[in-house]
């Protein structure tokens, strides 16, 4: 079956703008995480979602970051102004069950590059 | 692929020989561990995980290892193949918190 799919796959912005990645979860999943990846570096955790409930966002680096998954599938994950700093691999997960302990299944990333 | 790291710790070993990856973990407190693999281009995916009532679990030519005492975890891979070739990272976390990656360890097997 399709696994996590997420869009673009890269994504080149200017200092300033705002970009908006999307992540596709596996059908029925009830969890969904954001990661930002650092070249070099494990992902660490932005923000997890339980259906539509924002449950934690403790991860967001400022509140230039926001995301949202209105309908309990697909979601978004909104830079505004981006900086450079902000470049990084975004990387999205679903599980099948809530909480933090149900298998991750991982999309491809999508790498923002921010000159 | 695009690479997802550049300096990374990096083993390399003989395709059919074993491999072990080392993991030392920060927090005395988290009771859940998991391996990843990281193939270029692509997001991890889960492995094997171990819960801190265990010292050892197996799966298909994997093994964890889990040494709470000096907080140390380990990944053996038996009969390593060039499909092995990866980044590996290992995981904690405990209780109702997100997970906590460390910084990965590249394998890259000889053929």
């Known amino acids: 079956g399709a696994g996590v799919s997420q869009s673009p796959r890269y994504k080149v912005a200017k200092r300033g703008q705002d970009v908006a990645l999307r992540c596709d979860p596996i059908?029925?999943?009830?969890?969904l995480f954001w990661y930002q990846q650092a070249l070099g570096q494990g992902p660490e955790f932005l923000t997890y979602?339980?259906?539509?409930?924002?449950?934690?966002k403790s991860g967001l680096p400022s509140d230039r970051f926001f995301a949202e998954r209105p309908e309990g599938s697909v979601s978004t994950l909104k830079i505004q102004r981006t900086q450079q700093e902000d470049s990084a691999v975004y990387l999205c997960?679903?599980?099948?069950?809530?909480?933090?302990?149900?298998?991750?299944?991982f999309g491809p990333g999508t790498r923002l590059t921010v000159t | 692929g695009e690479s997802v790291g550049l300096h990374l710790p990096t083993l390399s070993v003989q395709e059919g020989d074993n491999s072990i990856i080392n993991c030392a973990y920060s927090?005395?407190?988290?009771?859940?561990f998991i391996w990843y693999k990281q193939e270029s281009g692509k997001g991890p995916q889960f492995i094997i995980d171990?819960?801190?009532?265990?010292d050892k679990r197996q799966g298909q030519r994997v093994t964890v290892l889990l040494n709470k005492t000096v907080k140390h975890l380990s990944l053996q891979i038996a009969a390593t193949q060039p499909g092995d070739s990866a980044v590996y990272f290992c995981?904690?976390?405990?209780?109702?918190?997100?997970?906590?990656f460390g910084k990965g360890t590249r394998l890259s097997v000889i053929a």
């Open positions: 997960a679903s599980s099948l069950e809530q909480g933090f302990r149900s298998e991750q299944y």
């Open positions: 059908s029925g999943h009830v969890s």
């Open positions: 979602f339980q259906n539509e409930a924002q449950l934690d």
């Open positions: 927090n005395s407190a988290s009771d859940y």
């Open positions: 171990i819960r801190s009532n265990m």
């Open positions: 995981a904690e976390n405990y209780g109702n918190t997100p997970l906590v």
